[in-house]
């Protein structure tokens, strides 16, 4: 299945404590948003906790709870690289 071109204005790490991190993907609402951003997570070896969207006007944030994994940091350099 291709998904459809779906792009992030930013990809931001905004909380973590000892066993979760909480990420943001903001941008433009567009078909394909969550789910491009649940797959690059995925594809990142990223767990998946928790997901929640919010949408106000044409704007959009899903915001992920993952666990906490060595070398997030990097990971979500890779995110972004990837999504934005």
Do not use: H, Y
Not at 26 to 48: M, N, V, Y
């Amino acid at each position: 299945m291709s998904l459809p071109e779906a792009k992030f204005d930013r990809v931001k790490l905004v909380n973590q404590d000892e066993n979760e991190a909480v990420l943001s993907f903001r941008g433009k609402d567009s078909p394909g948003l969550l789910l491009t951003a649940a797959q690059a997570l995925a594809q990142e070896g990223c767990s998946i906790r928790w997901a929640k969207a919010f949408t106000w006007g044409r704007q959009v944030d899903d915001v992920f709870g993952v666990k906490l994994e060595p070398d997030l940091a990097k990971r979500v350099e890779n995110i972004a690289r990837k999504t934005t």
